[in-house]
Nanobody, 126 residues
Framework: QVTLLESGGGLVQAGGSLRLSCAAS????????IAWYRQAPGKERTFVAA????????HYADSLKGRFTISRDNAQNTAYLQMNSLRSEDTAVYYC???????????????????WGQGTQVTVSS
């Protein structure tokens, strides 16, 4: 059983930056691809970014390329999402998800994952 715990959310002004963390416990972290999804109020959950088991391959939602960067540190059992040039439309609850053996690209198409975190709120004020 893997537990994912997101942190790093908060209130930030438009144009600012945040770094989210997804800390895993209870499993072999390097066996899991990690993705970040987000859900804005009244909207469906959407894909943000994913990283492969090794961290060498990443995949992003087209609209977020260049502003967001996903990474992972398998020694620390943690994945990260660096978010720069934040906009009001980035306001959402951000979730990390883990799937054993997946590729980064496949994480964008999956409907179900082995594990989800509880989410962290990001609010961008304009």
């Amino acid at each position: 059983q893997v537990t994912l715990l997101e942190s790093g959310g908060g209130l930030v002004q438009a144009g600012g930056s945040l770094r989210l963390s997804c800390a895993a416990s209870g499993g072999t972290f390097s066996n899991y691809a990690i993705a970040w999804y987000r859900q804005a109020p009244g909207k469906e959950r959407t894909f943000v970014a994913a990283v492969s088991l090794s961290g060498f391959t990443t995949h992003y939602a087209d609209s977020l390329k260049g502003r967001f960067t996903i990474s992972r540190d398998n020694a620390q059992n943690t994945a990260y999402l660096q978010m720069n040039s934040l906009r009001s439309e980035d306001t959402a609850v951000y979730y990390c998800a883990a799937q054993v053996g997946s590729t980064a690209e496949a994480m964008a198409r999956r409907q179900r994952f082995d594990y989800w975190g509880q989410g962290t709120q990001v609010t961008v004020s304009s």
